[in-house]
């Protein structure tokens, strides 16, 4: 059964793979009974649940509007690339977080 990562992590048992919130668990393969009861519990290295089964609610979900969770993925773009330089939704690079934001802007 297929699990969602609700907390960042890197997987000691799965050659260090990171998992990144929202990613699904695990990402191939098949984990023990055991892992996963440690991963769904506050019984792990972090001392939070990291994962949840697929269709269940967390209790320390972020419960947004819809409007909100719109927001924040069309604030995806521009993407940081590390120094000045964002990456527009259409691939193209800019540099300067205003010039990015103003380019992004008017591709919608």
Do not use: C
Request: zero cysteines.
């Amino acid at each position: 059964m297929p699990y969602k990562v609700i907390r960042a992590f890197r997987d000691k048992e799965d050659d260090h793979r990171v998992y990144r919130k929202g990613d699904t668990f695990p990402a191939k393969g098949k984990v023990s009974k055991e892992r996963i009861s440690e991963l769904l519990s506050t019984e792990n290295k972090v001392g939070k649940p990291l994962i949840e089964q697929l269709g269940v609610e967390s209790e320390e979900a972020d419960h947004e509007p819809e409007e909100s969770k719109q927001s924040s993925e069309e604030s995806e773009f521009p993407k940081h690339t590390g120094g000045p330089w964002y990456v527009l939704s259409n691939g193209e690079k800019i540099q300067g977080k205003e010039e990015a934001l103003a380019a992004e802007a008017e591709l919608k």
